[in-house]
């Protein structure tokens, strides 16, 4: 089957570094991307990987590497803003756009 | 403002009462899905739409109909509801994604249903 797999939760402290890994059993996809969510608010888009490599975008970037069958979402200079869920997802392309969606990672930023 | 909406926001309903929850975008977008949202499995696409008059199923489309008649509209049915479809539900939009492009979605502020 198709599947995502994400820590459930990572804790870390203000202006620390953190990475969120997702590893996945499924083929055929067309990319990796990742979603914020805030509690009781809607996902937000943060990055989308289609080729292997890094993505940055400001303090986030995202990797991605299909021969290992994982990617990752690092949020650099942590702030206490960025205690939220996030989530991969991946999605499947052509005429068929559906997405398969990660459990989501809780990450936790304190003082 | 660039926006997806949903209503109603909350919903309290009983077993077997159809209901409908709307979701409308106004950029023009031809891509749009329905997902729910559940404690411990994250979200799941019910079905999304490519563009007027084509829809399909995602993962957890049983209990669920959809239509789009228009482009701005994706309204969600479920035709007699059932405690399990007791959810967080979102509605979102995006550009249709051309080969292998992507578009990220942009997604409503969510329709949280209790089913008694």
């Known amino acids: 089957g198709q599947s995502l797999e994400q820590p459930s939760e990572v804790t870390a402290v203000e202006g620390a570094i953190v990475q969120i890994n997702c590893t996945y059993q499924t083929s055929g996809f067309y990319g990796l991307s990742w979603y914020q969510q805030h509690d009781g608010g809607a996902p937000t888009f943060l990055s989308y990987?289609?080729l292997d490599g890094l993505e940055e975008t400001g303090r986030f970037s995202s990797f991605l590497s299909r021969s290992d069958s994982y990617g990752y979402l690092l949020l650099q200079e942590l702030q206490m803003k960025d205690s939220a869920s996030y989530f991969c997802?991946?999605?499947?392309?052509?005429?068929?756009?559906?997405?398969?969606w990660g459990l989501g990672t809780s990450l936790a930023v304190n003082p | 403002e660039a926006q997806v909406t949903q209503n109603p926001r909350y919903l309290i309903t009983v077993t077997g009462k159809k209901l409908t929850v709307t979701c409308s975008q106004n950029m023009n977008h031809e891509y749009m899905s329905w997902y729910r949202q559940d404690p411990g499995l994250g979200l799941r696409q019910i079905y999304y739409?490519?563009?007027?008059?084509?829809?399909d199923k995602g993962d957890v489309p049983e209990g669920y109909k959809v239509s789009r008649k228009e482009k701005r509209n994706f309204p969600l049915i479920l035709e007699s509801p059932s405690p399990n479809q007791t959810s967080l539900y979102f509605c979102a939009s995006s550009p249709l994604p051309s080969g292998r492009s992507y578009n990220e979605q942009f997604f409503g502020p969510g329709t949280r249903l209790t089913v008694l």
């Open positions: 739409s490519m563009n007027v008059e084509v829809t």
């Open positions: 997802a991946v999605t499947f392309g052509g005429n068929n756009r559906k997405l398969i």
């Open positions: 990987n289609g």
